[in-house]
């Protein structure tokens, strides 16, 4: 097959989820509650079954977390860097927490859906591999920028509870205690889990489509410019000098690359919202990085054949 169809049915079925947002085939005010779905039960469960299931070895794993965390470490010195050098008046603190976390986070959703469409059950382990180490560690980071730079006054208890009651937290938590103790998932379990997992990368991309809002690519202020560039085009690109330089296998090359390249997670959005970040400039730039991302995923699946 082509490699640039492995990523079509991926955006088909976003496309789909699109078309029935805008059709009202599935009103507006129901998608909130697919969305929840995913993120409480759908998604929790292919990470729980994936982690629980590996050989989770450092020597393995290692060299791809470590330059995945050195890549959003430099992202986070540009952001840094980019707020000396702009004026207030060009970037606020809530633009500033806001492109921070559209750098930072990313769509775990599409990033499963690509990896089984790429590498099958081991691209699926290497995702849930990359969620475990890297949601905790990016939520904490950006719930400490938004309390830092928001309009409330930092709280270790707030950020604290945020951290612990996120569903992706609390499944990444259960699969590595599994793994690390040996203890096997009762027969009946781990089929539960197959069976709702097998219904999450498709229900996940749905819900993506319909968060979809083509009116905000009319929205194109030097911000979203800003955000577009730093995520899909300058993270994968790091990355891959640093995946090279350390001598990443191919597999794992690619997975880190698509992880840098997928769009902001949509979960930014509402916490922007809630702790004082800009939620408009948010959503605009998950929409662009959206589309730009249909067109840099396949161009990394000739970058870096398999």
Do not use: H
Request: charged content about 10%; proline content about 6%; aromatic content about 6%.
């Amino acid at each position: 097959m082509d490699l640039a169809l492995l990523v079509l049915p991926v955006f088909l079925t976003i496309l789909c989820g699109y078309g029935l947002a805008v059709s009202g085939g599935l009103p507006a005010d129901q998608w909130t509650g697919v969305e929840v779905m995913s993120f409480r039960l759908l998604i929790p469960a292919v990470l729980i079954g994936a982690i629980a299931e590996s050989d989770l070895e450092m020597s393995r794993f290692g060299p791809l977390i470590a330059m995945l965390v050195l890549t959003l470490v430099i992202l986070g010195v540009l952001m840094f860097l980019l707020r000396l050098i702009l004026p207030q008046s060009r970037m606020d603190d809530a633009s500033f927490t806001t492109l921070f976390q559209s750098a930072t986070r990313w769509n775990g959703f599409i990033g499963l859906a690509l990896a089984e469409q790429i590498a099958g059950q081991e691209g699926i382990l290497l995702i849930a591999v990359v969620m475990a180490f890297l949601i905790p560690l990016i939520n904490i980071v950006n719930i400490i920028m938004l309390s830092v730079y928001g309009p409330g006054q930092f709280s270790l208890k707030v950020m604290m509870k945020t951290i612990v009651t996120n569903p992706l937290v609390q499944a990444c938590a259960i699969g590595l205690t599994l793994s690390v103790s040996g203890l096997s998932i009762p027969g009946p379990i781990a089929q539960s889990l197959d069976f709702i997992g097998r219904a999450a990368l498709g229900v996940g991309l749905l819900a993506v489509g319909a968060g979809i809002t083509f009116r905000r690519l009319l929205r194109v202020g030097p911000l979203v410019v800003l955000g577009l560039i730093l995520r899909p085009l300058l993270a994968p690109a790091i990355f891959i000098l640093l995946g090279s330089w350390v001598g990443l296998v191919p597999l794992q090359l690619l997975i880190g690359a698509m992880v840098m390249a997928v769009p902001a997670a949509a979960n930014g959005y509402i916490i922007a919202r809630r702790m004082g970040g800009n939620a408009g400039l948010y959503a605009d730039i998950m929409t662009w990085q959206a589309i730009a991302g249909m067109l840099v995923l396949p161009g990394l699946l000739y970058l870096l054949p398999l």
